[in-house]
């Protein structure tokens, strides 16, 4: 511990003190230990060709993203509405 938080602890009031372990527990809580092992987290790609059969219905990858999103838009969102050519907008917008 540093000379400077040392005195600045040894200047406080019990409360404080007791708010100050709180907080100290806070931040340990949101770092994670560097001692303990990091599971690898590097993106999976299982995933990939997944819409191959897609292929040849679609021009393109972005023709296909429009097509997901009027989908979701017209199962998931029925009160949202398209009246920008491809802008989806909902009621009210």
């Not at 994670?32 to 999976?44: F, G, I, K, W, Y």
């Not at 790609?45 to 393109?60: E, F, I, K, T, V």
């Amino acid at each position: 511990m540093t000379k400077r938080l040392e005195q600045a602890i040894n200047g406080m009031s019990p409360d404080a003190i007791r708010e100050l372990e709180d907080f100290a527990e806070f931040l340990q809580s949101r770092r994670p230990n560097p001692e303990q092992a990091v599971p690898d987290r590097r993106l999976s790609l299982s995933w990939a060709g997944g819409l191959a059969h897609l292929r040849d219905q679609y021009a393109s990858g972005v023709e296909l993203a429009h097509a997901i999103r009027d989908e979701w838009a017209d199962s998931v969102a029925p009160h949202a509405t398209r009246t920008d050519g491809d802008k989806t907008h909902l009621d009210g917008d």
